[in-house]
């Protein structure tokens, strides 16, 4: 099941830019950039995954604002969770496991992604509690990841405060200090 909902997701993905693409009247050739128009193709058909860097390059020379994307990335609940903030903020415990439990039910891969989501749902789940301590790993993926956030994009800029907005300042200066 996890594996035809992972290409259910890749087919909608690439249909989305493909259905942008035609949209605006643009050929394969016109946007496939550094890749050959067939592997742009495949791409579109949700035959072949792509980078999130490709993805950024492929909006780029889309003309996709990153609100059209996030539009069409919240639609479909198996995405990156976004909607935490405000269940972390108010310590939804079980709605916070559900949806944990529905992500990962469609994202059976383990990926840079899911490891960083892992996370979030981790610290969500646990940030109010006085005692609660992330792995030395984690928090050094979460430093390497929140180093830079000058150039966050919008999705990068949620995932940032739904981790970080209800973060302590313990973990942040923890942070700050893993980051350097």
């Not at 780029?60 to 609100?67: N, Q, T």
């Not at 030395?136 to 979460?142: G, I, P």
Request: aromatic share 10%; hydrophobic share 40%.
């Amino acid at each position: 099941m996890g594996s035809t909902t992972g290409n259910n997701n890749l087919q909608a993905l690439g249909k989305f830019f493909h259905e942008y693409r035609v949209g605006r009247g643009l050929t394969l050739n016109e946007v496939s950039g550094e890749w050959s128009a067939a592997t742009l193709s495949r791409f579109e058909r949700g035959e072949l995954d792509i980078s999130t860097d490709k993805v950024l390059g492929l909006m780029a020379r889309l003309g996709i604002d990153e609100l059209d994307f996030i539009s069409y990335y919240i639609t479909d609940w198996s995405n990156l969770p976004l909607d935490l903030q405000e269940l972390i903020q108010l310590n939804d415990v079980p709605k916070l496991r559900k949806r944990e439990q529905e992500y990962f039910a469609n994202q059976p891969q383990t990926t840079n992604v899911t490891e960083l989501v892992a996370i979030l749902f981790r610290a969500g789940k646990f940030w109010p509690r006085a005692r609660c301590r992330l792995t030395d790993e984690e928090e050094q993926r979460l430093a390497d990841y929140l180093n830079n956030p000058g150039q966050f994009g919008l999705i990068e800029a949620e995932f940032f405060k739904a981790i970080v907005g209800p973060a302590s300042h313990e973990l942040l200066v923890l942070l700050a200090q893993r980051a350097r």
